[in-house]
């Protein structure tokens, strides 16, 4: 059964909040940020203003899935998670 809108919104705050309190993930939360995001990218109802959030997640996954430490990816990119995790209550 496939997640809907507000349980996909609701994982990826979750991943990221995880990210910036524990400063600590894995390469499988990265491929799972990438998954949600390009669902929610085909999502019709999404507001025009959160593509460009959901990009630089995106980007940010991708980073993670490529990077030596994920744990240092993480670390460098706390303003970036923060920021995010506060617009995730627009995603709604």
């Given amino acids: 059964m496939p997640l809907q809108y507000q349980d996909q919104v609701s994982l990826l705050k979750d991943i990221l909040t995880n990210h910036q309190t524990d400063c600590c993930g894995s390469v499988s939360e990265y491929e799972q940020l990438e998954r949600l995001i390009k669902s929610l990218m085909v999502n019709s109802n999404i507001s025009q203003e959160v593509k460009p959030v959901l990009e630089q997640i995106y980007s940010y ?8 430490s994920v744990d240092h990816h993480i670390e460098s990119h706390q ?14």
């Fill in 61 to 68: 996954s991708q980073g993670g899935i490529n990077s030596s």
């Fill in 79 to 92: 303003t970036q998670l923060s920021q995010w995790v506060d617009r995730m209550d627009s995603f709604s």
